[in-house]
């Protein structure tokens, strides 16, 4: 609580959270489980039935709000946030208001002493541990809440507090509620491992980590105009860390060196403004392991004392924590974490206490967005808000990379959010010239009315193939990668051809992309057949790349997989368009596709350059305003069309929106609701080589007699076998017996036979030796 300048207030729910702990029932409940009461005395309670049901969290939360309320409005606002943060630490911040409009805080509030025991807990705690409330909850207390929040009323401008005013009130909220969450499960792993503490709080020197990034640029001693142009864009970044903190961009062409680039930012600011944490938050998975390998060989020592980089690979933790999930699952202590936007928008606005547990610590951060197009439609005016929030109060900036900026800064309805973006505030100069100077591909419209069959694009692949040596085909659809690869695999030497997509897991990719370069570095022909997985990041360098119409930001991505290293004076991207392509449920590829279609009808000299892509976007963009409050249909289980803007700030459409309470959030509901990705996945442990295996067979094993230290690590290594799938599939496998639950853990992991070593995950059984996790 010491980020949001209230370290009093977070002793306070510290030591109030548990207050119904003290009540008679709890301490039964307690000596029972532990074995202090015995089965033969008459106190005993069968404490297994009763997990979860004694009400510990209302108990403090009461005394909280009665000892506030009557303070005035100001004394009523900081006793509900107070209230709120101790009444759901079990169950994720509550409903202020149900769907229904219900007052759903006025209810817990005053729920029945019975139930909540608050009179017997004051009888039962200690008078110095009563002294102590009594002294943490005096003026002072609400006096340093308001400082902090008057500053957000004040942003307002003298206008009465509006949706986005509300929405920074919810987020303050939670973000106190986050240093609750995780001091309450540090508390519990310290206890259950007292030696994780020793690897806590450490002084983050960031001198050294610059030190080494330093003296590995200076070993990067490429002589291509290309290495130049990179080594100028480096050391601007260098440059313009030591200015203020704010949200900046860096427009810079694929190729262009980002990676390093934004590192080096990164480094210089944190020291310059003594931040805590660098968070790098990545479009996909799949290039996590890339970026992070490839950060570690500039700044991590095999003799350091703490590794620098946590890398986040997937959604491994189940849905629903346990006693168990609470104690592995990370909090994201590290200095330099390398996150999925899918995970980076869950922290901001999921459910629970998982998200929730890690948002504090994006306080006194840099934020590094890889690819921030990528960015989910629906969430744009939550993730803009959001941003704004972390950058104006929490010591927080943020830098935007990409090749193909979308306009965050110019939406159409900017009363509900968009991102403020100073014109100075991009980090490099001259962008347009600067992608004249990287220009290294140049797109082909190959489209037609008739479309492309299989067997045309196979052709013409091979055509390229035949002349340059290596073809990379990019597709929209697994199924498409897989159909096109079965195609070519009659036409072509088996040890050319490869395919990848999201059913392989990270480490089968790995081990693919490995082959596929080193093939390409040694002038052997390859042809890669790839879903979208490919473009954002992956660092290699084909002399031909064919794309399936989309949107110009994806075909901008894909021409940087094309002559990367500038060794032709200028390749090609040929953009095909597929016969039959099933892609209507794919909305976000086929809006792109029919804009990028529009802006290839306007004749633009050059596709890639800033003014198509700006144009591109334009469109794009103005034509889903609607889509951008995360929208919800009366089918949910709000009953109403609504939308999370909304339910997260003022709750407009909410009928019992007049309570006088000042916090009229839906935060549960909208937790409920909320999916980064719009159909949630589910992470299965996959039986790739045998290292795979071997992490199944011991997560089988170590879970029946639980080790919290050993079932973290393999939880760590069996991401990178891991494959998300999405609820179709996921039933499909349920309904195949394909999949196996690991001691009722929520993590589950797939037979044998259901893993292939050319399409990887499917549903269908493929290999016929099963392998058995135990």
Same mark, same amino acid.
């Given at each position: 609580?010491?980020?949001?300048?209230?370290?009093?207030?977070?002793?306070?729910?510290?030591?109030?959270?548990?207050?119904?702990?003290?009540?008679?029932?709890?301490?039964?409940?307690?000596?029972?489980?532990?074995?202090?009461?015995?089965?033969?005395?008459?106190?005993?309670?069968?404490?297994?039935?009763?997990?979860?049901?004694?009400?510990?969290?209302?108990?403090?939360?009461?005394?909280?709000?009665?000892?506030?309320?009557?303070?005035?409005?100001?004394?009523?606002?900081?006793?509900?946030?107070?209230?709120?943060?101790?009444?759901?630490?079990?169950?994720?911040?509550?409903?202020?208001?149900?769907?229904?409009?219900?007052?759903?805080?006025?209810?817990?509030?005053?729920?029945?002493?019975?139930?909540?025991?608050?009179?017997?807990?004051?009888?039962?705690?200690?008078?110095?541990?009563?002294?102590?409330?009594?002294?943490?909850?005096?003026?002072?207390?609400?006096?340093?809440?308001?400082?902090?929040?008057?500053?957000?009323?004040?942003?307002?401008?003298?206008?009465?507090?509006?949706?986005?005013?509300?929405?920074?009130?919810?987020?303050?909220?939670?973000?106190?509620?986050?240093?609750?969450?995780?001091?309450?499960?540090?508390?519990?792993?310290?206890? =259950?491992?007292?030696?994780?503490?020793?690897?806590?709080?450490?002084?983050?020197?960031?001198?050294?980590?610059?030190?080494?990034?330093?003296?590995?640029?200076?070993?990067?001693?490429?002589?291509?105009?290309?290495?130049?142009?990179?080594?100028?864009?480096?050391?601007?970044?260098?440059?313009?860390?030591?200015?203020?903190?704010?949200?900046?961009?860096?427009?810079?062409?694929?190729?262009?060196?980002?990676?390093?680039?934004?590192?080096?930012?990164?480094?210089?600011?944190?020291?310059?403004?003594?931040?805590?944490?660098?968070?790098?938050?990545?479009?996909?998975?799949?290039?996590?392991?890339?970026?992070?390998?490839?950060?570690?060989?500039?700044?991590?020592?095999?003799?350091?004392?703490?590794?620098?980089?946590? =890398?986040?690979?997937?959604?491994?933790?189940?849905?629903?924590?346990?006693?168990?999930?609470?104690?592995?699952?990370?909090?994201?202590?590290?200095?330099?974490?390398?996150?999925?936007?899918?995970?980076?928008?869950?922290?901001?606005?999921?459910?629970?206490?998982?998200?929730?547990?890690?948002?504090?610590?994006?306080?006194?951060?840099?934020?590094?967005?890889?690819?921030?197009?990528?960015?989910?439609?629906?969430?744009?005016?939550?993730?803009?808000?959001?941003?704004?929030?972390?950058?104006?109060?929490?010591?927080?900036?943020?830098?935007?990379?990409?090749?193909?900026?979308?306009?965050?800064?110019?939406?159409?309805?900017?009363?509900?959010?968009?991102?403020?973006?100073?014109?100075?505030?991009?980090?490099?100069?001259?962008?347009?010239?600067?992608?004249?100077?990287?220009?290294?591909?140049?797109?082909?419209?190959?489209?037609?009315?008739?479309?492309?069959?299989?067997?045309?694009?196979?052709?013409?692949?091979?055509?390229?193939?035949?002349?340059?040596?290596?073809?990379?085909?990019?597709?929209?659809?697994?199924?498409?990668?897989?159909?096109?690869?079965?195609?070519?695999?009659?036409?072509?030497?088996?040890?050319?051809?490869?395919?990848?997509?999201?059913?392989?897991?990270?480490?089968?990719?790995?081990?693919?992309?490995?082959?596929?370069?080193?093939?390409?570095?040694?002038?052997?022909?390859?042809?890669?057949?790839?879903?979208?997985?490919?473009?954002?990041?992956?660092?290699?360098?084909?002399s031909s790349v064919i794309r399936f119409l989309a949107g110009l930001d994806s075909i901008a991505q894909a021409a940087g997989r094309c002559n990367r290293n500038g060794l032709h004076d200028m390749a090609t991207i040929h953009i095909v368009n597929p016969v039959e392509e099933k892609i209507d449920l794919l909305k976000d590829i086929k809006i792109g596709r029919d804009k990028a279609q529009r802006v290839f009808d306007e004749g633009f000299q050059d596709l890639l350059a800033p003014d198509a892509i700006k144009q591109y976007f334009n469109y794009y963009f103005y034509d889903r305003s609607d889509e951008m409050t995360y929208p919800v249909s009366k089918k949910s289980i709000l009953k109403r069309d609504d939308?999370?803007?909304?339910?997260?700030?003022?709750?407009?459409?909410?009928?019992?929106?007049?309570?006088?309470?000042?916090?009229?959030?839906?935060?549960?509901?909208?937790?409920?609701?909320?999916?980064?990705?719009?159909?949630?996945?589910?992470?299965?442990?996959?039986?790739?080589?045998?290292?795979?295996?071997?992490?199944?067979?011991?997560?089988?094993?170590?879970?029946?007699?639980?080790?919290?230290?050993?079932?973290?690590?393999l939880l760590k290594q069996a991401q990178k076998f891991s494959v998300n799938v999405f609820p179709n599939v996921w039933q499909r496998l349920m309904d195949e017996k394909a999949v196996c639950e690991i001691q009722g853990e929520g993590i589950y992991f797939l037979k044998d036979e259901y893993y292939s070593e050319q399409f990887g995950l499917s549903d269908k059984p493929c290999n016929p030796m099963p392998f058995m996790g135990f």
């Amino acid at each position: 609580s010491s980020k949001l300048g209230v370290e009093n207030v977070g002793e306070l729910i510290g030591l109030l959270h548990d207050f119904g702990k003290f009540s008679t029932a709890f301490q039964v409940y307690l000596g029972s489980a532990t074995g202090k009461i015995n089965p033969d005395e008459d106190e005993y309670v069968e404490f297994k039935k009763l997990k979860g049901k004694i009400d510990h969290s209302s108990a403090g939360a009461q005394w909280i709000w009665e000892k506030l309320q009557n303070r005035g409005k100001q004394g009523e606002l900081v006793g509900q946030i107070l209230a709120l943060c101790i009444a759901s630490h079990h169950s994720g911040l509550i409903d202020c208001l149900k769907p229904e409009g219900e007052d759903g805080f006025t209810k817990r509030i005053k729920k029945e002493d019975e139930k909540t025991h608050k009179q017997e807990c004051v009888q039962n705690a200690p008078q110095d541990y009563l002294k102590k409330l009594e002294s943490l909850s005096d003026q002072k207390l609400i006096e340093d809440v308001l400082k902090q929040i008057k500053i957000i009323f004040e942003s307002e401008k003298g206008k009465p507090p509006g949706m986005i005013t509300f929405f920074y009130l919810g987020f303050w909220t939670r973000m106190l509620f986050s240093c609750l969450i995780d001091a309450d499960r540090i508390n519990s792993a310290d206890f =259950e491992d007292p030696e994780n503490g020793e690897h806590r709080n450490i002084a983050i020197d960031w001198s050294t980590p610059i030190f080494r990034l330093e003296q590995f640029i200076d070993q990067l001693k490429g002589e291509k105009p290309i290495d130049q142009l990179r080594r100028n864009i480096s050391n601007t970044c260098k440059q313009r860390a030591k200015e203020q903190q704010g949200i900046y961009t860096l427009t810079v062409p694929t190729g262009g060196g980002k990676t390093y680039a934004s590192l080096r930012y990164a480094l210089h600011h944190a020291e310059h403004h003594k931040l805590d944490h660098i968070i790098y938050i990545i479009p996909f998975t799949s290039i996590i392991e890339q970026n992070a390998a490839a950060l570690r060989k500039a700044i991590e020592d095999k003799n350091d004392d703490y590794p620098w980089i946590l =890398e986040q690979h997937s959604n491994l933790e189940p849905e629903q924590q346990n006693w168990h999930s609470k104690l592995v699952s990370e909090n994201w202590d590290a200095p330099i974490i390398m996150t999925t936007m899918v995970q980076f928008l869950e922290v901001l606005f999921s459910g629970g206490t998982r998200g929730a547990r890690k948002t504090h610590q994006l306080a006194n951060s840099v934020l590094i967005f890889d690819e921030i197009q990528t960015l989910p439609i629906n969430c744009t005016h939550l993730f803009c808000n959001a941003l704004n929030f972390l950058t104006q109060y929490c010591k927080t900036t943020a830098v935007l990379c990409t090749a193909t900026q979308p306009l965050l800064d110019q939406l159409k309805t900017p009363d509900k959010g968009q991102l403020t973006i100073p014109a100075e505030n991009e980090l490099v100069k001259d962008v347009p010239k600067l992608f004249d100077d990287l220009k290294r591909v140049e797109v082909s419209n190959k489209v037609r009315s008739e479309g492309w069959t299989s067997e045309q694009i196979a052709e013409l692949a091979l055509d390229e193939l035949k002349e340059l040596g290596s073809c990379l085909i990019i597709v929209n659809t697994k199924s498409w990668a897989q159909q096109l690869y079965q195609t070519l695999d009659n036409q072509i030497d088996e040890c050319s051809l490869f395919q990848l997509s999201t059913s392989l897991c990270p480490a089968h990719r790995k081990t693919i992309l490995k082959e596929v370069r080193e093939r390409l570095d040694n002038d052997l022909p390859v042809i890669c057949v790839s879903t979208q997985l490919i473009e954002a990041g992956v660092d290699i360098d084909f002399s031909s790349v064919i794309r399936f119409l989309a949107g110009l930001d994806s075909i901008a991505q894909a021409a940087g997989r094309c002559n990367r290293n500038g060794l032709h004076d200028m390749a090609t991207i040929h953009i095909v368009n597929p016969v039959e392509e099933k892609i209507d449920l794919l909305k976000d590829i086929k809006i792109g596709r029919d804009k990028a279609q529009r802006v290839f009808d306007e004749g633009f000299q050059d596709l890639l350059a800033p003014d198509a892509i700006k144009q591109y976007f334009n469109y794009y963009f103005y034509d889903r305003s609607d889509e951008m409050t995360y929208p919800v249909s009366k089918k949910s289980i709000l009953k109403r069309d609504d939308n999370l803007l909304s339910l997260l700030s003022d709750n407009s459409n909410n009928i019992g929106r007049k309570t006088p309470l000042l916090l009229k959030q839906s935060f549960m509901s909208a937790g409920k609701i909320f999916k980064a990705i719009d159909s949630p996945t589910q992470a299965v442990i996959v039986p790739y080589s045998e290292e795979g295996k071997y992490i199944i067979a011991e997560l089988c094993r170590v879970a029946i007699e639980f080790d919290a230290k050993t079932y973290r690590q393999l939880l760590k290594q069996a991401q990178k076998f891991s494959v998300n799938v999405f609820p179709n599939v996921w039933q499909r496998l349920m309904d195949e017996k394909a999949v196996c639950e690991i001691q009722g853990e929520g993590i589950y992991f797939l037979k044998d036979e259901y893993y292939s070593e050319q399409f990887g995950l499917s549903d269908k059984p493929c290999n016929p030796m099963p392998f058995m996790g135990f």
